[in-house]
């Protein structure tokens, strides 16, 4: 049995990511899967479940009652916990603030990853986009097309203030870089891990980048065949 197409995609916050993800799975017809929503999904749960953030092992007993369910159509994308529709409130400074706090626990990347690979056998899609931080390297390190999407951080920087008008700029972009040094202890999503295909996004617009994720999918599903 073949399951679906996996497109593997890591970066730095800011690098156009999900963006660029979403608009590739939406051309090839493909599923598409935020697994940073999952981790701020969890974030949300563990600070409604009167977690002590900083206490890993009170972080990991909130994980039996994580009821998770995310969309992988790219057109509507939501992300329900529970009863609650959370798909605004993970994106809030609140949510991003701890995420990283939650994510460095070894037990909550164990049952993430294992929901992921659940969600991406279970797509009727022909294939699925997963991006995130640790999918070229952990969650789906066999998939055929891997992509490192990367920016530099001044670029990157740049974009996420662009999109939260109202908040400064400067606040912005150090939450971002102590949120990428807080990451970058737990996973490398800095540098292209062996086989996979870098796309520097620096000197790229939006459809630029697209276009270049694309072919990277060509060219590697042809030396397939
Ligand atoms: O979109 P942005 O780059 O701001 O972040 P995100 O992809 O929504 O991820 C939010 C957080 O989830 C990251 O800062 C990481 O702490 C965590 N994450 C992770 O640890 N592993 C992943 N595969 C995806 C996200
Ligand atoms: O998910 P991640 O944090 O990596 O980035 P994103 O939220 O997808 O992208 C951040 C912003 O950069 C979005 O508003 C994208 O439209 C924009 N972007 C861009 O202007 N040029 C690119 N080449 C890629 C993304």
Known sequence: ?????????????GSGKSSVSKAVA??????YLDTGAAYRAFAWHAQHSGVELEDQASVVAALPTFDLAEA???DHFTVRVGEHDV???IREPAVTGVVSLVARVPEVRAALTGI???????TDKPGIVIEGRDITTVVAPDAPVRVLLTASEEVRMGRRSAELTGHSPEAVGEQLKARDRADSRVVDFMTAADGVTTVDSTELDFDETVDAVIAVIQSRTHSLR
Not at 1 to 13: F, I, S, Y
Not at 116 to 122: E, Q, S, T, W, Y
């Open 1 to 13: 049995t073949t399951g679906p197409l996996v497109v593997a995609v890591d970066g730095p916050a």
């Open 26 to 31: 939406r051309r090839l017809g493909f599923a």
């Open 72 to 74: 992988t159509d790219p």
């Open 87 to 89: 798909t605004a409130a």
């Open 116 to 122: 992921f690979r659940r969600l991406a056998a279970g």
